[in-house]
């Protein structure tokens, strides 16, 4: 018996055992970038260099200048002769200005190419910048005013400048804390020892002592240098002075921050591209480099020119998009700051954020009035945060640039109760890529945001093959269906999960029916919580309809009656979350890791509190959803498209929202756009892609959820349709569901809807979406079909009538405050007031209050 049953129990051992280990993901390999090639070798010595006007590179229509004494370079237009400057080319007006107060650090900024941070060993950050250390040193003990720190090469079309980051000056190390006695007092110079450094003396030690030794003024220094290190000295290095420290048991050892970074310049076709060359860089142990500023006063533009103010505006892509007029006298508010492409799904913070656009292209630019330029981040945008301001907060220049982070952060409390301390946990390994702005110039007669969102649209047509599959005439409307959910029911007063549905495919279709009997035939459907346990579904590696909403039977009558109307149904996938896996530890094993170690959760937050569900104080109890680890993502969807063999799919997070994992191995959301680009390259279905970010646009053959504002920054001017000028004409895109947009009225977004040039989305249900109020999906409301079939059909009617889809958006001009004027492929030209009284005399037209005008086209 008993051999029977160790036998049993080690079946049942090896049994788990295979259960944990067979069958298992593998993990993905990370896909290595290309990068900028460098080499130390043919770099030239800056202080042996003088031209301060060398031709680098012409194109026949753009000249590449350098000037080799300060490395600061210019673009010349040679038929127009406007020039685009790295930097200022004069002294700040503010400096000769008595009313005014200019510091030296924004004096600084301005004669720098590159601003840096860096953290210790405790994560505290410091900023400096290259000027003061490297491309102009001041005067100090060892070097006269001027020293040059960095060295060129020139290559093909450009040049790259090494610059050598470091604090030339001497620090107090050079010399020693203590002296011993008969050193000091047989000294010819002890009494001037004496009287500026060792004031002390230790009796235990028996020496004297240099009371404020870190704390050593520059002129302290330069004297004590003198006699330690001068002709007749002491023979002092500063190894030595450092091992008599440890003698005494002082042994602080200060290494001075120190880098080598260098940057790339090349002209292009239609204007310069400049680069972080990656593997040019060296840190050292005890300084870790966190953030790099890439050329921070390129192209600026100054307040005023002879006492005349500029005209003109930085265009920035928060949402829709946003211009910020030049001296708009803001500067009391904030500065414009923002990270690229949203949050990042492995560090989502666990208090609810401040809801706002994302930034989903990497593009912005300025307009002046002789020209403008677009620049597009094109390397290591995941990592990049895009800052912008006005004159007059610190200097007379208003600026556009963008800031690259090498590495990520995550802020943590340590200890309890009063004892509790907070500390910044840094990746350790920089992202492995280059960062790379490209920037093209564009003439006066195009210096508009329009162009330059043409700007972006051409860089996606050479680099990404981003092809027309805008096909429609009329008006194509999205119907988001809601399906299966999971709710709380109670058996004899035990709590259990059974799922529910809202729309079962019969009900869809009496849906659908209705609309097309409303005039409403022109219709995408994206079908919600369809597959894998409804709209909380479990890992995406699999196709299993819901039986509640009427099984594989009901879904085949669904797509029937779909074809026969040339209706395409799009199930929602669910690819880079779950809120479960298939077996015990799965969790552990595939799943995000945060910088503290901590898997990485997809969190819903309770809205009274901020917090996640899993952590309010609420009588409603969620649990977090996973992130899951972006090196298994191609091979879930592999699985899944194995089991599936439709032509469409819409996927919620694909394209559209970046995650990183930082433990086994560390992968940073560039990583994770290279992973998801590469499951998109090789996707053969027809997809519909949710607010995509920039990478993601080219593969898409239908856009939803497209943002029809900004952010309501107070430094910004107004809202324009940027994202839709890139998109005009190229692929279908739709708004956000009208219907769940509770921050303005319907009225608002429907005209919203016209000046973007946007196709209708709503989301809808068959039953009453009340029911959802004790899921985690309450935040859907309102949904109920009924509510708005009669809305729907007058809005498609009126964009028919209108015949917006019948062109393309092809212009927008603000022509009043809160009033604009689109103008479409077809020759459709309206005006659009939002203001909330009537507005006379526009362009000759006078215009009711929250409405809209033909003046031109059919």
Partial sequence: MKKKLMIIMLASVLGFVLYLTLFNMSMASVIVPQKIPYSKDGFVDAMTLSDKNYLVADNGILQLYLDETTSYFKVVNKDTGVEWNSNPTGPDPWQLDLSKTITNSAIEKQKSTLELSYFNETGSLAKINNYTMSIHHPKSVLFDDGLRTYSIKYIQDGFQVLYDIKDVDIDYLYFPKYLKPEILEAHPQKDLL????????????????????????????????????????????????????????????????????????KLTPTGVKTSVIQDSISETENAKLATVSLYPLFGTAISE????????????????GAVIEFNNGKYYQQPYAKRLYGEDLGILEHKMPEVQQKISIPLYGMVKEDGAFAAIITNGDTMATLNADVSERIDSYNKVYPTFNFRENEAVTLGTGYNQYALDLWTEDRVDTDFTVEYTFLDKEEADYVHIAKAYRTYLEDNFGFDSVDNTRDTLCTIEFLGAYESKSFFLGVPYYRTKSLTTFSESQIILKELATGGVKNVNVIYKG???????????????????LGGNKG????????????????????????????????????????????????FTYHLPSKLPYSEAPSVLKFKDDYIINPLYLEEINNDLLSHYDGDTLTYDF???????????????????????????????????????????????????????????????????????????????YSTVSLNMTSERTVEYNFLKT?????????????????????????????????????????????????????????????????????????????????????????????????????????
């Fill in 305 to 320: 020119v002879g006492g005349v103010a500029t005209n003109g505006y930085i265009v920035v892509p928060d949402g829709s």
């Fill in 555 to 602: 879904y085949s009558s669904l797509l029937d009656y779909a074809r026969e109307n040339n209706i395409e149904i799009y199930p929602s996938i669910r690819l880079l979350a779950t809120n479960d896996f298939n077996k015990m530890f799965d969790n552990y094993r595939y799943s995000s890791k945060r910088i503290d170690g901590s898997m990485s959760m997809l």
């Fill in 194 to 265: 004496q009287a500026i450094a060792y004031t002390g003396y230790d009796e235990d030690l028996g020496v004297y002592v240099i009371n404020q030794y870190e704390d050593m003024s520059v002129l302290v220094r330069s004297r004590l240098y003198d006699i330690f290190y001068g002709p007749g000295s002491l023979g002092y290095t500063r190894e030595r002075a450092i091992e008599e420290n440890a003698e005494y048991g002082y042994t602080d050892v200060y290494e001075p921050v120190s880098f080598k970074i260098a940057l790339e310049v």
């Fill in 654 to 732: 694909l394209g559209s929202v970046l995650g990183g994992s930082y433990k086994d191995p560390q992968l940073y959301k560039e990583d994770s756009l290279r992973i998801q680009q590469s499951i998109l390259e090789n996707m053969d279905k027809k997809i519909i892609l949710s607010d995509p970010l920039g990478f993601a646009i080219p593969y898409s053959n239908y856009i939803t959820d497209l943002p029809m504002e900004t952010t309501l920054y107070a430094i910004l001017d107004y809202q324009i349709p940027l994202l839709q000028l890139v998109l005009a004409g190229k692929v279908d």
């Fill in 754 to 858: 016209i000046e973007t040039g946007s196709n209708l989305k709503y989301t809808l249900s068959y039953d009453n979406s009340r029911e959802l109020r004790e899921t985690e999906f309450n935040y859907y409301f309102s949904t109920q079909y009924t509510n708005w079939i009669d809305r729907i059909e007058l809005q498609v009617n009126q964009l028919d009538e209108l015949g917006i889809h019948d062109g393309y958006l092809v212009g927008h001009e603000r022509v009043g405050n809160n009033v604009f004027k689109v103008t479409y492929s077809n020759g459709l030209e309206i005006l659009i007031n939002y203001n909330l009284n009537q507005v006379d005399d526009v362009l000759g037209y006078d215009l009711p209050a929250m409405s809209y005008k033909v003046i031109g086209g059919e």
């Fill in 530 to 548: 369809m597959i894998n346990g409804g709209m909380s579904s479990s890992i995406a590696n699999d196709f299993d309809i819901e039986r509640v």
